[in-house]
């Protein structure tokens, strides 16, 4: 076997949405997939001058030799800074091969104190900002015959909330799940795979504020694993799906979760 055998993913282009955030799920799977060869577009609403120099310079050196990165400002809540990233991604690249969709918000709020902009919010970005992303790399995936996408749900849309979310982040990562098999049986005759990962609680910034030392030894507990989520067990899982190494894999709903959630 030769070495570029090794490198699923070697000359694709990826587009991370949700990366900038060096602690993020995002990051994390932008530099595995960098190390795996892929050339790698990050489009978060965080991106700033400052923060792309930092991943550039951070990720080359992680990953051993200088990242071809392009990062892209760009609020997934709006379709139309979707479409023209995505566009500018194609004019740089070439190409989409993989969208992995990290980008999301979280609430806490009891059922019952979700004031209803809250509610738009988290269905504006966790569900309709994937749903944009979704389309607009489509177009050309339409056009190039292939690609894949992951989009990353949570265990909340399967066993009703979670710690973290309340229902409104539950109800938002259910329809993240539909819409991916949805995809995925549109879109499959035309040689384009979707999936849908769900994991737990994972140590990122998401936690910060959201969660309590106590509620958080509390969960891990309940783990059979006995611990959290890394950012790269959700990567690992990512780089899984996007590869050709699931070439036969469509629809499915992955779960990451140290088995957590047995169902
Ligand atoms: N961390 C967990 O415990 C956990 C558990 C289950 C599911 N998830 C899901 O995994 C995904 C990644 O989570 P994470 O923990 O890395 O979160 P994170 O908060 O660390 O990172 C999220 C990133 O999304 C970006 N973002 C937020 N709103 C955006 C918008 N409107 N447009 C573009 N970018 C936007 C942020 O700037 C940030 O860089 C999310 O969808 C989250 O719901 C996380």
């Known amino acids: ?16 949405v949700g990366a900038a955030n060096p602690r993020s799920i995002g990051y ?14 990050i489009l978060d609403v965080a991106v700033t001058d400052t923060t792309q120099a930092a991943l550039r310079t951070a990720m080359s050196a992680k990953v051993g030799r200088e990242v ?8 997934i809540v709006d379709p139309v800074a979707c479409d023209r990233a995505m566009q500018m991604v194609v004019e740089h690249f070439g190409q989409i091969d993989s969208l992995i969709n990290c980008a999301g918000i979280v609430r806490s709020e009891g059922m019952l104190d979700i004031p209803s902009q809250d509610l738009a919010l988290m269905l504006d970005v966790n569900l309709k900002g994937t749903f944009h992303t979704c389309q607009s790399a489509l177009a050309f995936f339409t056009k190039q015959q292939k690609g894949t996408i992951v989009n ?14 309340g229902a409104h982040y539950a109800a938002s990562k259910g ?17 384009i795979r979707a999936n849908v990962i769900c994991p737990s609680m994972t140590e990122t910034g998401m936690l910060d504020g959201n969660v309590t030392e ?6 891990v507990a309940g783990i059979p ?10 990567a690992n899982a990512c780089l899984f799906l996007a590869s050709d190494l699931a070439a036969y894999i469509t629809g499915h709903t992955l779960d ?3 088995g957590g959630h047995i169902h």
């Open 28 to 41: 994390a799977t932008a530099e595995l997939f960098a190390h795996y060869g892929a050339q790698i577009a």
């Open 1 to 16: 076997m030769k070495c570029e055998d090794f490198l699923f993913l070697n000359n694709q282009v990826c587009v991370i």
């Open 225 to 234: 694993l006995r611990r959290a989520g890394k950012p790269l067990d959700i």
């Open 152 to 165: 990353l749900a949570s265990v909340a849309a399967q066993r009703g909330g979670g710690l973290v979310g």
């Open 256 to 258: 990451v979760n140290g």
């Open 68 to 75: 071809d990165l392009l990062c892209i400002p760009c609020n």
């Open 214 to 219: 106590e509620q958080f030894n509390q969960v």
């Open 175 to 191: 329809g993240v799940v539909s819409l991916t098999k949805s995809i995925a049986r549109e879109f499959g005759p035309q040689g």
